[in-house]
């Protein structure tokens, strides 16, 4: 199974941008998974950010995460990553990334997703 290492979170100001990256530990091009960013604070449910779809390859994000956040893959690095433009208060959390089961069709059902990070930690001051 792979194993998934989230890196990039820390502190940052309000307005500011920070980018995370997620590593697999083994080869996923090719493969038929969604890869998922989803963030989660206290108390509450673990949401989705945003995610990749592997059968058109094409992102889709939450509404908070429109037009801020974009996702790209590298293949080569073999790293998922998110990029979070002009950070608010409210965009502080426990970010994860994850990958689904097999041929899920929809990437932003969080129940499909199987194989979870460890999570990495961003706090943006107001």
């Known amino acids: 199974q792979v194993q998934l290492v989230e890196s990039g979170g820390g502190l940052v100001q309000a307005g500011n941008s920070l980018k995370l990256s997620c590593a697999a530990s083994?080869?996923?091009?090719?493969?038929?998974?969604?890869m998922g960013w989803f963030r989660q604070t206290p108390g509450n449910e673990r949401e989705l950010v945003g995610c990749?779809?592997?059968?058109?390859?094409?992102?889709y994000f939450s509404d908070a995460a429109q037009g801020r956040f974009s996702i790209a893959r590298d293949w080569v690095k073999n790293t998922f990553s998110l990029q979070m433009n002009d950070l608010k208060a409210e965009d502080s959390a426990v970010y994860f990334c994850?990958?689904?089961?097999?041929?899920?069709?929809?990437?932003?059902?969080?129940?499909?997703?199987?194989?979870w990070g460890q999570g990495t930690q961003v706090i943006v001051s107001s």
């Open positions: 990749w779809r592997w059968r058109n390859r094409a992102t």
């Open positions: 083994r080869r996923t091009d090719g493969s038929a998974y969604n």
């Open positions: 994850a990958q689904s089961r097999e041929y899920a069709e929809d990437c932003t059902k969080r129940q499909d997703y199987y194989t």
